[in-house]
Protein backbone atom coordinates (compact mmCIF):
# COMPACT_ATOMS: atom_id res chain seq x y z
CA UNK A 1 0.00 0.00 0.00
CA UNK A 2 1.33 3.47 -0.91
CA UNK A 3 0.20 6.86 0.03
CA UNK A 4 -0.18 9.38 -2.75
CA UNK A 5 0.93 13.14 -2.48
CA UNK A 6 -0.74 15.58 -4.37
CA UNK A 7 1.97 17.07 -6.13
CA UNK A 8 2.97 14.27 -7.78
CA UNK A 9 -0.53 13.19 -9.28
CA UNK A 10 -0.62 16.68 -10.35
CA UNK A 11 2.72 16.22 -12.29
CA UNK A 12 1.15 13.27 -13.99
CA UNK A 13 -2.32 14.63 -14.84
CA UNK A 14 -1.20 17.40 -16.27
CA UNK A 15 2.19 16.59 -17.53
CA UNK A 16 4.08 19.09 -14.83
CA UNK A 17 3.77 21.35 -11.69
CA UNK A 18 0.34 22.78 -10.81
CA UNK A 19 0.42 25.48 -8.87
CA UNK A 20 -2.78 27.00 -5.85
CA UNK A 21 -4.33 30.43 -6.45
CA UNK A 22 -5.76 31.30 -2.79
CA UNK A 23 -8.67 33.45 -3.86
CA UNK A 24 -11.77 34.88 -2.32
CA UNK A 25 -15.39 34.43 -3.38
CA UNK A 26 -16.62 37.56 -1.14
CA UNK A 27 -18.43 34.72 1.31
CA UNK A 28 -19.29 35.01 5.08
CA UNK A 29 -20.51 32.20 7.37
CA UNK A 30 -23.45 30.78 9.23
CA UNK A 31 -20.93 30.20 12.04
CA UNK A 32 -20.18 33.58 12.26
CA UNK A 33 -23.61 35.73 11.00
CA UNK A 34 -25.79 34.59 13.54
CA UNK A 35 -27.66 31.79 11.26
CA UNK A 36 -25.45 29.20 13.41
CA UNK A 37 -23.83 31.07 15.99
CA UNK A 38 -20.83 34.40 15.75
CA UNK A 39 -17.03 34.84 15.43
CA UNK A 40 -16.47 31.11 14.04
CA UNK A 41 -15.13 28.17 15.41
CA UNK A 42 -12.43 29.69 17.82
CA UNK A 43 -9.37 28.64 16.20
CA UNK A 44 -10.96 30.41 12.74
CA UNK A 45 -9.11 33.95 12.23
CA UNK A 46 -10.66 37.00 10.97
CA UNK A 47 -9.79 36.01 7.33
CA UNK A 48 -12.07 32.53 8.01
CA UNK A 49 -8.72 30.66 7.82
CA UNK A 50 -7.77 32.04 4.40
CA UNK A 51 -5.70 34.38 5.59
CA UNK A 52 -3.22 34.26 2.69
CA UNK A 53 -5.76 34.63 -0.08
CA UNK A 54 -6.09 37.72 -2.49
CA UNK A 55 -8.76 40.34 -1.31
CA UNK A 56 -12.14 39.87 -2.83
CA UNK A 57 -11.83 42.15 -6.05
CA UNK A 58 -13.00 41.10 -9.66
CA UNK A 59 -11.88 37.64 -10.76
CA UNK A 60 -9.52 39.00 -12.73
CA UNK A 61 -7.75 41.38 -10.84
CA UNK A 62 -7.45 38.29 -8.13
CA UNK A 63 -6.18 35.97 -10.23
CA UNK A 64 -3.51 38.65 -11.52
CA UNK A 65 -2.09 39.27 -7.62
CA UNK A 66 -2.26 35.91 -6.77
CA UNK A 67 -0.37 34.73 -9.74
CA UNK A 68 2.65 37.46 -8.87
CA UNK A 69 2.96 35.45 -5.12
CA UNK A 70 3.34 31.27 -6.87
CA UNK A 71 4.88 31.74 -10.29
CA UNK A 72 8.58 32.28 -8.70
CA UNK A 73 7.93 28.54 -7.63
CA UNK A 74 7.37 27.95 -11.74
CA UNK A 75 10.82 27.07 -13.54
CA UNK A 76 11.77 30.04 -14.95
CA UNK A 77 12.12 29.15 -18.44
CA UNK A 78 8.47 27.86 -18.23
CA UNK A 79 6.62 29.82 -20.81
CA UNK A 80 3.41 31.65 -19.04
CA UNK A 81 0.69 30.47 -21.64
CA UNK A 82 2.19 26.99 -20.32
CA UNK A 83 1.77 27.93 -16.58
CA UNK A 84 -1.46 25.66 -15.36
CA UNK A 85 -3.48 26.73 -11.58
CA UNK A 86 -6.34 25.33 -9.56
CA UNK A 87 -8.30 27.84 -8.54
CA UNK A 88 -8.79 27.35 -4.38
CA UNK A 89 -11.46 29.86 -2.84
CA UNK A 90 -10.57 28.51 0.93
CA UNK A 91 -11.71 31.38 3.32
CA UNK A 92 -14.97 31.26 4.70
CA UNK A 93 -17.78 28.93 3.72
CA UNK A 94 -17.83 29.10 -0.68
CA UNK A 95 -21.16 26.99 -1.06
CA UNK A 96 -22.89 30.13 1.36
CA UNK A 97 -24.98 32.91 -0.17
CA UNK A 98 -26.60 33.46 -3.68
CA UNK A 99 -25.70 30.18 -5.73
CA UNK A 100 -26.53 32.29 -9.54
CA UNK A 101 -23.61 34.85 -8.00
CA UNK A 102 -21.08 31.86 -6.55
CA UNK A 103 -22.01 29.88 -10.37
CA UNK A 104 -21.15 33.06 -12.12
CA UNK A 105 -17.80 33.83 -10.36
CA UNK A 106 -16.70 30.27 -10.68
CA UNK A 107 -17.75 30.03 -14.61
CA UNK A 108 -15.74 33.18 -15.62
CA UNK A 109 -12.69 31.66 -13.66
CA UNK A 110 -13.08 28.05 -15.01
CA UNK A 111 -13.15 30.15 -18.20
CA UNK A 112 -9.39 30.71 -18.20
CA UNK A 113 -7.20 28.31 -19.62
CA UNK A 114 -5.08 28.44 -17.17
CA UNK A 115 -7.12 27.21 -14.57
CA UNK A 116 -7.61 23.07 -14.56
CA UNK A 117 -9.24 22.52 -11.38
CA UNK A 118 -11.60 24.66 -8.84
CA UNK A 119 -10.76 23.96 -5.27
CA UNK A 120 -13.74 25.34 -2.80
CA UNK A 121 -13.80 25.25 0.74
CA UNK A 122 -16.95 24.84 2.36
CA UNK A 123 -19.13 23.47 5.10
CA UNK A 124 -21.09 20.21 5.18
CA UNK A 125 -24.47 22.11 6.35
CA UNK A 126 -23.83 24.26 3.21
CA UNK A 127 -25.01 21.91 0.39
CA UNK A 128 -28.36 21.94 -0.20
CA UNK A 129 -29.83 21.42 -3.52
CA UNK A 130 -29.13 25.22 -5.37
CA UNK A 131 -25.23 24.35 -4.34
CA UNK A 132 -25.36 21.05 -5.25
CA UNK A 133 -26.99 21.63 -9.18
CA UNK A 134 -24.07 24.55 -9.15
CA UNK A 135 -21.10 21.83 -8.05
CA UNK A 136 -22.34 19.25 -10.51
CA UNK A 137 -22.63 22.21 -13.48
CA UNK A 138 -19.49 23.55 -12.71
CA UNK A 139 -18.06 19.37 -12.57
CA UNK A 140 -19.12 19.68 -16.24
CA UNK A 141 -17.15 22.03 -16.97
CA UNK A 142 -13.41 21.41 -15.43
CA UNK A 143 -12.68 18.66 -12.45
CA UNK A 144 -14.09 20.68 -8.78
CA UNK A 145 -12.88 19.62 -5.55
CA UNK A 146 -14.82 20.38 -2.43
CA UNK A 147 -12.96 20.54 0.87
CA UNK A 148 -15.13 20.02 3.57
CA UNK A 149 -13.64 21.28 7.03
CA UNK A 150 -14.35 18.87 9.75
CA UNK A 151 -11.57 18.85 12.11
CA UNK A 152 -12.42 15.83 14.20
CA UNK A 153 -14.82 13.41 14.55
CA UNK A 154 -15.35 13.69 18.15
CA UNK A 155 -18.69 15.67 18.98
CA UNK A 156 -17.46 16.82 22.24
CA UNK A 157 -14.36 18.51 21.10
CA UNK A 158 -16.27 19.97 18.08
CA UNK A 159 -18.73 21.20 20.54
CA UNK A 160 -15.90 23.04 22.46
CA UNK A 161 -14.33 24.69 19.84
CA UNK A 162 -17.91 25.25 18.19
CA UNK A 163 -17.98 23.56 15.02
CA UNK A 164 -22.08 23.80 14.73
CA UNK A 165 -22.82 20.81 12.76
CA UNK A 166 -23.09 16.84 13.95
CA UNK A 167 -21.08 14.20 12.21
CA UNK A 168 -24.16 12.93 10.73
CA UNK A 169 -24.50 16.34 8.52
CA UNK A 170 -20.38 15.85 7.46
CA UNK A 171 -21.79 11.90 6.14
CA UNK A 172 -24.50 12.99 3.86
CA UNK A 173 -22.58 15.87 2.49
CA UNK A 174 -19.96 13.32 1.50
CA UNK A 175 -22.34 10.58 0.02
CA UNK A 176 -24.43 13.86 -2.21
CA UNK A 177 -21.00 14.83 -3.41
CA UNK A 178 -19.45 11.78 -4.14
CA UNK A 179 -23.11 10.60 -6.26
CA UNK A 180 -22.78 13.61 -8.13
CA UNK A 181 -19.53 12.67 -9.06
CA UNK A 182 -17.26 15.40 -7.27
CA UNK A 183 -13.99 15.09 -5.43
CA UNK A 184 -13.90 14.91 -1.96
CA UNK A 185 -11.05 16.42 0.70
CA UNK A 186 -10.84 16.26 4.28
CA UNK A 187 -9.63 18.86 6.41
CA UNK A 188 -8.23 17.58 10.02
CA UNK A 189 -6.91 19.74 12.92
CA UNK A 190 -4.49 17.64 15.16
CA UNK A 191 -3.64 19.31 18.27
CA UNK A 192 -6.91 20.56 18.87
CA UNK A 193 -7.27 21.16 22.65
CA UNK A 194 -8.30 17.99 24.80
CA UNK A 195 -8.01 15.97 22.26
CA UNK A 196 -5.91 12.86 23.16
CA UNK A 197 -2.98 11.18 20.33
CA UNK A 198 -4.84 8.63 19.89
CA UNK A 199 -8.32 10.35 20.03
CA UNK A 200 -6.73 11.96 16.85
CA UNK A 201 -5.88 8.97 15.36
CA UNK A 202 -9.01 7.85 15.04
CA UNK A 203 -10.31 10.79 13.32
CA UNK A 204 -7.42 9.61 10.84
CA UNK A 205 -9.25 5.82 10.81
CA UNK A 206 -12.75 6.80 10.70
CA UNK A 207 -11.55 8.76 7.37
CA UNK A 208 -9.73 5.89 5.77
CA UNK A 209 -12.78 3.48 6.31
CA UNK A 210 -15.31 5.61 5.38
CA UNK A 211 -17.57 4.27 2.54
CA UNK A 212 -18.11 5.91 -0.18
CA UNK A 213 -14.35 6.54 -0.18
CA UNK A 214 -13.22 9.87 0.32
CA UNK A 215 -10.69 11.11 -2.09
CA UNK A 216 -8.18 13.28 -0.12
CA UNK A 217 -7.42 14.41 3.46
CA UNK A 218 -5.59 17.57 4.90
CA UNK A 219 -3.67 16.98 7.85
CA UNK A 220 -3.06 20.71 9.00
CA UNK A 221 -1.15 21.39 13.09
CA UNK A 222 -3.63 23.63 14.92
CA UNK A 223 -2.50 27.25 14.47
CA UNK A 224 -2.97 29.50 18.22
CA UNK A 225 -3.76 32.66 16.34
CA UNK A 226 -4.21 36.03 17.21
CA UNK A 227 -7.63 37.64 17.32
CA UNK A 228 -9.43 34.42 17.89
CA UNK A 229 -11.08 33.14 20.45
CA UNK A 230 -8.77 29.98 21.08
CA UNK A 231 -5.93 32.73 20.96
CA UNK A 232 -7.68 34.61 23.70
CA UNK A 233 -8.16 31.63 25.89
CA UNK A 234 -4.46 30.43 25.45
CA UNK A 235 -2.76 33.66 26.21
CA UNK A 236 -4.92 33.72 28.91
CA UNK A 237 -4.22 30.06 30.47
CA UNK A 238 -2.31 28.39 27.98
CA UNK A 239 -2.91 25.00 27.20
CA UNK A 240 -0.54 22.30 26.16
CA UNK A 241 0.44 22.20 22.41
CA UNK A 242 2.66 19.45 20.89
CA UNK A 243 6.12 19.70 19.87
CA UNK A 244 7.47 19.22 16.67
CA UNK A 245 8.90 15.90 17.73
CA UNK A 246 5.54 14.95 18.89
CA UNK A 247 3.34 16.25 15.72
CA UNK A 248 5.85 15.02 13.25
CA UNK A 249 5.67 11.50 14.82
CA UNK A 250 1.86 11.72 14.59
CA UNK A 251 1.49 12.37 10.93
CA UNK A 252 3.69 9.09 10.20
CA UNK A 253 1.29 7.36 12.46
CA UNK A 254 -1.60 9.07 10.55
CA UNK A 255 0.36 8.13 7.05
CA UNK A 256 0.13 4.73 7.79
CA UNK A 257 -3.22 4.37 8.39
CA UNK A 258 -4.82 6.00 4.88
CA UNK A 259 -5.76 3.38 2.42
CA UNK A 260 -3.49 3.39 -1.04
CA UNK A 261 -5.91 5.64 -2.68
CA UNK A 262 -6.39 8.56 -0.62
CA UNK A 263 -4.33 11.49 -2.37
CA UNK A 264 -2.42 13.62 0.93
CA UNK A 265 -2.49 17.27 0.09
CA UNK A 266 -1.09 18.57 3.25
CA UNK A 267 1.01 17.43 6.14
CA UNK A 268 1.17 20.36 7.87
CA UNK A 269 0.68 23.86 7.38
CA UNK A 270 0.99 28.15 7.14
CA UNK A 271 0.13 30.45 9.30
CA UNK A 272 0.58 34.56 9.18
CA UNK A 273 3.75 34.73 11.33
CA UNK A 274 2.63 38.25 12.66
CA UNK A 275 -0.59 35.92 13.96
CA UNK A 276 0.80 33.16 15.54
CA UNK A 277 0.96 32.67 18.95
CA UNK A 278 1.70 29.05 18.99
CA UNK A 279 3.61 26.53 18.78
CA UNK A 280 6.33 29.11 17.96
CA UNK A 281 8.28 26.21 15.85
CA UNK A 282 5.48 26.22 13.15
CA UNK A 283 6.43 29.33 11.92
CA UNK A 284 9.65 27.09 10.49
CA UNK A 285 7.96 25.26 7.58
CA UNK A 286 10.78 23.89 5.89
CA UNK A 287 11.97 22.72 9.32
CA UNK A 288 9.02 21.06 9.78
CA UNK A 289 8.92 19.40 6.46
CA UNK A 290 12.53 18.47 6.83
CA UNK A 291 11.91 16.50 10.08
CA UNK A 292 8.90 14.96 8.27
CA UNK A 293 11.10 13.78 5.61
CA UNK A 294 13.19 12.47 7.62
CA UNK A 295 11.19 10.49 9.64
CA UNK A 296 9.29 8.85 6.64
CA UNK A 297 12.76 7.77 5.23
CA UNK A 298 13.54 6.50 8.62
CA UNK A 299 10.20 4.61 8.85
CA UNK A 300 10.25 3.20 5.90
CA UNK A 301 14.06 1.81 6.68
CA UNK A 302 12.57 -0.43 8.91
CA UNK A 303 11.10 -2.35 6.54
CA UNK A 304 8.00 -3.05 8.89
CA UNK A 305 5.39 -3.92 6.81
CA UNK A 306 3.23 -0.78 8.37
CA UNK A 307 5.58 1.31 7.38
CA UNK A 308 5.15 0.54 3.43
CA UNK A 309 2.27 2.89 2.60
CA UNK A 310 5.13 5.64 2.98
CA UNK A 311 7.12 4.27 0.53
CA UNK A 312 5.71 6.85 -1.81
CA UNK A 313 6.37 9.75 -0.10
Not at 147 to 159: F, I, N, P, S, W
Not at 200 to 225: N, W
Not at 232 to 242: G, H, I, N, R, T
Request: aromatic share 6%; hydrophobic share 40%; charged share 25%.
Amino acid sequence: MKIRMISEELKKMYNGKVLKLSLSAGCTCPNRDGTIGTGGCSFCSEGGSGDFAAPFAPAEEQIRQAKKLVDPKFPKTMPAEERKYIAYFQSFTNTYGDAGRLQKLYTEVLARPEIVILSIGTRPDCLGEDMMEMLSALNRIKPVWVELGLQTVHQRTADCFGRGYALPVFEEAVRKLKDAGITVIVHVILGLPGESREEMLETVRYLASFRPRIDGIKLQLLHVLKGTRMGAAYEQDPFPVMTMEEYTDLVVDCLKILPEKMTVHRMTGDAPKNLLIAPAWSADKKRVLNMLRAKITAARRENRPETSALDNL
